[in-house]
Each structure stands twice: as structure tokens, then as C-alpha cells.
């Protein structure tokens, strides 16, 4: 073998470790989400998360790597469609020209991951009253919508790729344009039975798992060292040998900060350090930092972080207070926070960085210019145009001619026996040899007593 072969073989190696890391992260989304959802809610909830990627992983074979990194014009791929072993296989070469580091293979299972967490943060928002089949039907076609901009901003020839547009693994890819089709959903939905009053004042609805939610967290987090360094895509990242190493450590010391953030801003704000806005303030760094990862110092992801923990609280009660019923955060954690990383970058990028990496240049703190600032907004708005605009269009012709809320019944009664014909805890509202109320449990309620929840299921 020559060196160069060694070269690809490391690279890959460290590419398909790194896909699985993010593969993993869907682990950390079903335990977050189910977590803060309704007992009711939770089998639900938790399995979407295979469904979804399941969906994702076949209509991004089939069309969606073709139109993100098939070789094509500055709008969109046009070539890799259905793609066959020969091209899988081969490295650098037509139609995935673009991977020249790793084979076609390596290449779409890293990405076809990304896909599977922009369309897991779509249902955050709507999750505990959309319709079983809309993941289907919603899934494929924000897949797609998902490409499209993927082609924009990553591939070499895509327009905004071309303008120098800084996002080094999708804090505008992945997370904004997943927060902005789980806005639209939320707003075609419209809040949960009981959530806002008469008078518009939100309700709390607490989630019913603290610690599978903290569990999530912890998953995500570990996920994102996948996530961040793995988009190097090799070993040797321009003229620096192990970059992903730096990387990870702009990550880790951006959500370490995020953490902090938001439970001191929730402290402040709330009077209480609320464990929840904690998790949101680190994984809004988190989110924050994707952009940035491999364009800023040390100091700056700090700041960064830092920003996103103090902006995940506030954005998840801006929204609230807006009377958008966003049961995971989603719209702030990804939106608002993937915002704030996109143009963060725009203003922290090192000169040298941006140089090694060779998109972009450097930003407005040691260049004194707002050319980069500029050209992050600008990758922003025609993003979010075409994102929302089409999420809306697409949830909106659903809902009109199928309807894509569960009836109320079905939301009362939760949707894990509705949809499914199951509950994610049987224990709770049917009698279950060994289950609460029995021989084996009566020590916990009173020997030869019944569990009061299993006569009826739940009511909200």
C-alpha cells in the first residue's frame, strides 16, 4: 500500500467511528424528548426516533446524497441518485467527486446522519399531538428540503459554499433548518389541550422523567464529538495533522459553558437553578458552537457557549410567551441558538483558521471588517426563506386535505395506547402480573390494594 492508501484507510476508519457517534445521538434525542413528555406519551415519543431514521436513511440513499454532494450546479446535486456499489466504492471520483478523502460509502453514512438529527429536532416541537403517519409522510420531504441546503453550504460548488459561508458541521444545516420546520409545525398544530388558559397564560406541563431527560443530555453531548470533529472528514484537516482533536476541545469547552450559563441565567430569571434550563443551556452551546468549532480560539467558544446557555433560557420563554407550544425547547435550543453560533463565527473566525480550513475568511473581532458577518446573515435568510417557507407549505397541504392533529380524545388519552395499542408504562393503567398493586408491589400502596391508575388511562 502506498501512503496515500494508509491515508484513506485512517481517514475512513475515523469517519465511519465518528457516523456512529452521531448515530448515537438519536439515543440521546428519545430519552431528552421522551424525558420531557407526558408518562402517556413516552413509548411514542422514544420510538419515533427509529421510525424517523429509518425514513431518512432510505430517501437519503435514493435521492437526498445525490442532490447534497452529488456532483451538480451551484443550486443542487444532479447526479448519485440510487447510487450502485461502483460508486459507493470509489474515492474522489464522479458522482461523489466531493469525497476525496473517504469512500462514497463513508461519505453518506456521515451525512445521511446529520439528516437523522435535523428531522429528530423537527418533532421536539410538535411532538404529543401530530399523527403517526405524518413522520412518514413529513420525514421524506424535509429530507429532501434538507439536501437542497446541504448542497448550498458544504459542497464546493454550492452558491453560498462559493460566497466563503462559515458552518463547519450545521449549527444553519442541521439545527436551524430543523428548528424552523419544527416552528412551522408547531404553528399549524397550535398548542396541546390545556397548555394555555383563557386569559393566554401558559400552563406548565412538566415532563415526566428528569433524569432520562439529564441521561439524554449526557448522550448528546458525548454524540457531538462525532458531530463537530468528524466533519474534518480525515485525519489531516489542511495543513494540520489531527485537527479534529482541536475541534472536540472548542466543543467540549463551549457546552461546558453552555451549562453553566443556562443554569445561572436561570437562577437569575427563574429564582431557581432549573435543571432543565441547565440541559438547554448546554446543548444550545452546543448547537452554537457546530458552526464554529474549527474557525475559533479557545477564549471565543467559551464565549459563545456562554451566550447560548444565557439565550436558550430567555428563547424558551420568548416563545412560550408567544403562545407557541414547543414541548422540547426546540425552536430556541436549535433556532435561536443556531443562529447565534452562525453568526458568532462570522465574528470570532481566527484569520489562520479560516485560512487552513480554506472557507472564508477571518471575522470581525481581528479584521475589523463585517464581510464575514455579512455573508453568514445572508446564508441565514435565504436558508430560513426556503426552509420555512416549504416546511410550511408542505405541513400546511397535509393538514388541509388529511388533517395532521390527533383528535382530542386520542390526545387525551395519550398517544401510546391510541397510536400503538401499547403504553410505554402498562404498570400505570392496566393490571400487570407482578405490577403495581399486586403481591409482589402491594408494600408500595398498601398490601391487597389496587393501583388507582389501573382502573382508567390516564385523562390529560
Same mark, same amino acid.
Given at each position: 500500500?502506498?501512503?496515500?492508501?494508509?491515508?484513506?484507510?485512517?481517514?475512513?476508519?475515523?469517519?465511519?467511528?465518528?457516523?456512529?457517534?452521531?448515530?448515537?445521538?438519536?439515543?440521546?434525542?428519545a430519552?431528552?424528548?421522551?424525558?420531557?413528555?407526558?408518562?402517556?406519551?413516552?413509548?411514542?415519543?422514544?420510538?419515533?426516533?427509529?421510525?424517523v431514521?429509518?425514513?431518512?436513511s432510505?430517501?437519503y440513499?435514493?435521492v437526498?446524497?445525490?442532490?447534497?454532494?452529488?456532483?451538480?450546479?451551484?443550486?443542487?446535486?444532479?447526479?448519485?441518485?440510487?447510487?450502485?456499489?461502483?460508486?459507493?466504492?470509489a474515492?474522489?471520483?464522479?458522482?461523489?467527486?466531493?469525497?476525496?478523502?473517504?469512500?462514497?460509502?463513508?461519505g453518506?453514512?456521515?451525512?445521511?446522519?446529520?439528516?437523522?438529527?435535523?428531522?429528530?429536532?423537527?418533532?421536539g416541537?410538535?411532538?404529543?399531538?401530530?399523527?403517526?403517519?405524518?413522520?412518514?409522510?413529513?420525514?421524506?420531504?424535509?429530507t429532501?428540503?434538507?439536501?437542497?441546503?446541504?448542497?448550498?453550504?458544504?459542497?464546493?460548488?454550492?452558491?453560498?459554499?462559493?460566497?466563503?459561508?462559515?458552518?463547519?458541521?450545521?449549527?444553519?444545516?442541521?439545527?436551524?433548518?430543523?428548528?424552523?420546520?419544527a416552528?412551522a409545525?408547531?404553528l399549524?398544530?397550535?398548542?396541546?389541550?390545556?397548555?394555555?388558559?383563557?386569559?393566554?397564560?401558559?400552563?406548565?406541563?412538566?415532563?415526566?422523567?428528569?433524569?432520562?431527560?439529564?441521561?439524554?443530555?449526557?448522550?448528546?453531548?458525548?454524540?457531538?464529538?462525532?458531530?463537530?470533529?468528524?466533519?474534518?472528514? =480525515? $485525519?489531516? &484537516?489542511?495543513?494540520?495533522?489531527?485537527?479534529?482533536?482541536? !475541534?472536540?476541545?472548542?466543543t *467540549?469547552? /463551549?457546552? @461546558? +459553558?453552555?451549562?453553566?450559563? =443556562? $443554569?445561572? &441565567?436561570?437562577?437569575?430569571?427563574?429564582?431557581?437553578?432549573? !435543571?432543565?434550563?441547565?440541559? *438547554?443551556? /448546554?446543548? @444550545? +452551546?452546543?448547537?452554537?458552537?457546530?458552526?464554529?468549532?474549527?474557525?475559533?480560539?479557545p477564549?471565543?467558544?467559551? !464565549?459563545?457557549?456562554?451566550?447560548?446557555?444565557?439565550? @436558550?433560557?430567555?428563547?424558551?420563554?420568548?416563545?412560550?410567551?408567544?403562545?407557541?407550544?414547543d414541548?422540547?425547547?426546540? !425552536?430556541?435550543?436549535?433556532?435561536?441558538?443556531?443562529?447565534?453560533?452562525?453568526?458568532?463565527?462570522?465574528?470570532?473566525?481566527?484569520?489562520?483558521?479560516?485560512?487552513?480550513?480554506?472557507?472564508?475568511?477571518?471575522?470581525?473581532?481581528y479584521?475589523?471588517?463585517?464581510h464575514?458577518?455579512?455573508?453568514?446573515?445572508?446564508?441565514?435568510?435565504?436558508?430560513?426563506?426556503?426552509?420555512?417557507?416549504?416546511?410550511?407549505?408542505?405541513?400546511?397541504?397535509?393538514?388541509?386535505?388529511?388533517?395532521i392533529?390527533?383528535?382530542?380524545?386520542?390526545?387525551?388519552?395519550?398517544?401510546?395506547?391510541?397510536?400503538?395499542?401499547?403504553?410505554?408504562?402498562?404498570?400505570?393503567?392496566?393490571p400487570?402480573?407482578?405490577?403495581?398493586?399486586?403481591?409482589?408491589?402491594?408494600?408500595?400502596?398498601?398490601?391487597?390494594?389496587?393501583?388507582?391508575?389501573?382502573?382508567?388511562?390516564e385523562?390529560?
Open positions: 500500500m502506498k501512503t496515500a492508501d494508509v491515508v484513506i484507510a485512517a481517514n475512513t476508519i475515523w469517519v465511519v467511528v465518528a457516523a456512529v457517534l452521531v448515530m448515537f445521538m438519536q439515543a440521546g434525542f430519552l431528552l424528548e421522551a424525558g420531557l413528555a407526558r408518562m402517556k406519551n413516552a413509548a411514542h415519543i422514544a420510538g419515533k426516533n427509529v421510525l431514521f429509518g425514513v431518512c432510505l430517501v440513499w435514493a437526498g446524497f445525490g442532490l447534497a454532494f452529488g456532483d451538480g450546479n451551484a443550486l443542487v446535486g444532479t447526479h448519485g441518485f440510487l447510487p450502485s456499489s461502483s460508486a459507493l466504492l474515492v474522489g471520483k464522479a458522482p461523489f467527486s466531493f469525497f476525496s478523502t473517504v469512500p462514497g460509502a463513508a453518506y453514512l456521515f451525512e445521511v446522519v446529520f439528516a437523522g438529527v435535523s428531522l429528530a429536532i423537527v418533532w416541537a410538535m411532538a404529543e399531538r401530530a399523527k403517526l403517519w405524518v413522520y412518514f409522510a413529513f420525514g421524506a420531504v424535509f429532501v428540503l434538507y439536501s437542497i441546503t446541504s448542497h448550498w453550504v458544504w459542497h464546493p460548488g454550492g452558491w453560498l459554499y462559493s460566497l466563503g459561508m462559515q458552518d463547519f458541521a450545521g449549527s444553519t444545516v442541521v439545527h436551524y433548518q430543523g428548528a424552523l420546520a416552528l409545525g408547531a399549524l398544530l397550535g398548542p396541546r389541550i390545556g397548555k394555555f388558559g383563557r386569559d393566554g397564560r401558559a400552563n406548565p406541563i412538566p415532563g415526566h422523567n428528569m433524569p432520562y431527560a439529564v441521561l439524554g443530555t449526557i448522550i448528546l453531548w458525548f454524540g457531538w464529538f462525532g458531530f463537530n470533529p468528524g466533519s474534518t472528514l =480525515g $485525519v489531516v &484537516t489542511g495543513n494540520r495533522i489531527g485537527y479534529f482533536g482541536y !475541534v472536540a476541545l472548542t *467540549n469547552l /463551549a457546552a @461546558a +459553558a453552555g451549562a453553566l450559563g =443556562g $443554569v445561572a &441565567t436561570a437562577w437569575a430569571v427563574l429564582r431557581k437553578p432549573d !435543571v432543565s434550563m441547565m440541559l *438547554n443551556g /448546554a446543548l @444550545a +452551546a452546543l448547537v452554537a458552537i457546530t458552526a464554529a468549532c474549527g474557525f475559533v480560539a477564549w471565543a467558544a467559551i !464565549v459563545i457557549g456562554l451566550a447560548a446557555g444565557f439565550l @436558550a433560557v430567555t428563547g424558551v420563554l420568548a416563545v412560550e410567551r408567544l403562545g407557541i407550544d414541548p422540547i425547547g426546540a !425552536v430556541a435550543v436549535h433556532g435561536a441558538s443556531g443562529v447565534w453560533g452562525t453568526i458568532a463565527t462570522g465574528l470570532f473566525a481566527a484569520p489562520a483558521l479560516a485560512a487552513n480550513l480554506g472557507t472564508g475568511r477571518g471575522g470581525f473581532v479584521t475589523g471588517s463585517l464575514q458577518v455579512w455573508v453568514q446573515l445572508l446564508g441565514l435568510a435565504a436558508v430560513g426563506a426556503f426552509t420555512f417557507s416549504a416546511s410550511f407549505g408542505a405541513l400546511w397541504t397535509m393538514k388541509r386535505f388529511w388533517g392533529r390527533v383528535e382530542e380524545h386520542v390526545e387525551t388519552s395519550g398517544l401510546d395506547v391510541s397510536e400503538h395499542g401499547m403504553w410505554g408504562y402498562p404498570e400505570f393503567y392496566i400487570v402480573p407482578g405490577g403495581y398493586g399486586t403481591e409482589a408491589h402491594g408494600h408500595l400502596l398498601g398490601h391487597g390494594h389496587p393501583h388507582p391508575a389501573a382502573a382508567e388511562p385523562a390529560a
